[in-house]
């Protein structure tokens, strides 16, 4: 079945350093992944997206990379603020996108 | 652009009771909504997608009858969970995909998603 893990342990970074998240995904070609943040109660709140014909997005402060071969996405946020403290959740998505599938997410907390 | 409300953002009702969330599209119209549930520190779980004008399609596992999805306008996605009990207690999302957004920067249909509504049922 298909499968999506990304770090269940909380990933704990001091402020201004860059935070990594990782995003694995099993038994699935999508089409393209996309980024999500989610604060405590929250709906989650588009951040990027990429297809997969491009290897690397970035937006801001925040660059995706996309590997299709490994069949994984890397989420870095360069220059991190405790702002940016929430949870992010990584989503695969076919060529109708009709139907998305969400990781479980990865808490991150930058400490001032 | 492109907002999603919902109504409400928490309710607490008795067991057997039923429950109604609405979703709406405040600024685009949303051909397609999806509703979403997740357990704490679980993934969003997709239940159902509904369409504008026609019957919602839902995963499986989910049982139609128990959470009643009405799609009726392209604005309003409404969802009934009928005889509430316990075991439905959970943080209820729903998301919107506009048709007319699609061709934007998200053209792989991005989804626009509510706050949220916390169901606790005693």
């Known amino acids: 079945s298909q499968k999506i893990e990304q770090n269940s342990e909380a990933l704990n970074i001091q402020e201004g350093k860059t935070a990594t998240l990782t995003c694995n995904y099993t038994?699935?070609?999508?089409?393209?992944l996309q980024w999500y943040r989610q604060d405590p109660g929250r709906g989650p709140v588009f951040l990027l997206l990429?297809?997969?014909?491009?290897k690397e997005k970035r937006k801001e402060r925040l660059k995706v990379t996309f590997d299709t071969t490994l069949k994984q996405s890397l989420f870095h946020i360069t220059a991190s603020q405790p702002a940016d403290s929430a949870t992010y959740l990584c989503?695969?998505?076919?060529?109708?996108?009709?139907?998305?599938?969400f990781g479980a997410g990865t808490r991150l907390f930058v400490k001032a | 652009g492109a907002v999603v409300s919902q109504h409400p953002s928490r309710v607490i009702c008795k067991s057997g009771t039923s429950v109604k969330i609405e979703c709406r599209s405040l600024?685009?119209?949303?051909?397609?909504m999806f509703w979403y549930r997740q357990f704490p520190k679980q993934s969003l779980m997709l239940m159902a997608t509904?369409?504008?004008?026609?019957?919602?399609?839902?995963e499986q596992g989910v049982e139609k009858d128990k959470f009643l999805i009405n799609h009726a306008s392209l604005t309003l996605s409404t969802l009934t969970v009928t005889s509430a009990h316990p075991e439905d207690s959970s943080f209820y999302i729903c998301?919107?995909?506009?048709?007319?957004?699609?061709?934007?920067?998200?053209?792989?249909?991005?989804?626009?998603f509510g706050p949220g509504t916390r169901l606790t049922v005693l």
């Open positions: 998301s919107a995909r506009s048709a007319r957004l699609a061709g934007g920067p998200g053209s792989y249909n991005e989804q626009f």
């Open positions: 038994n699935y070609s999508p089409a393209y």
């Open positions: 990429i297809r997969e014909n491009e």
């Open positions: 989503a695969l998505g076919d060529t109708g996108g009709f139907k998305t599938i």
């Open positions: 600024d685009f119209q949303a051909t397609t």
């Open positions: 509904s369409n504008e004008g026609s019957k919602a399609t839902y």
